[in-house]
């Protein structure tokens, strides 16, 4: 029942800049943490960002600067601007929800910065 789609994945440039979009449905997370994980090859997945429903949020050390979350309650999403990419944030990055200690996860978009 509980849906998370992401989309804006997709090659670019390292230097250059891509946003990916997370819509949720079957539920509403206006009151849940929110995130973005990714996960590349040979690799765990890993933490890239979060943010509260009071909008606070948090990134990795090796985002930050760089990377931008936010969310749109109404609307039920939750969105990655990734700004000055390098090719190590090449993986494929993964929408989360939490809900009641459950986590609910998208399929992943991929995301490929060339060197």
């Known amino acids: 029942q509980v849906q998370l789609v992401e989309s804006g994945g997709g090659l670019v440039q390292a230097g250059g800049s891509l946003r990916v979009s997370c819509a949720a449905s079957g539920s509403s997370f206006r009151n849940n943490l929110m995130g973005w994980y990714r996960q590349a090859p040979g690799k765990q997945r890993e933490l890239v960002a979060t943010?509260?429903?009071?909008?606070?949020?948090n990134y990795a050390d090796s985002v930050k600067g760089r990377f931008t979350i936010s969310r749109d309650n109404i609307k039920n999403t939750v969105t990655l601007q990734m700004n000055s990419l390098k090719p190590e944030d090449t993986a494929v990055y993964y929408c989360n929800a939490e809900s009641s200690g459950m986590n609910y996860w998208g399929k992943g978009t991929l995301v490929t910065v060339s060197s």
């Open positions: 943010i509260t429903r009071f909008y606070t949020t």
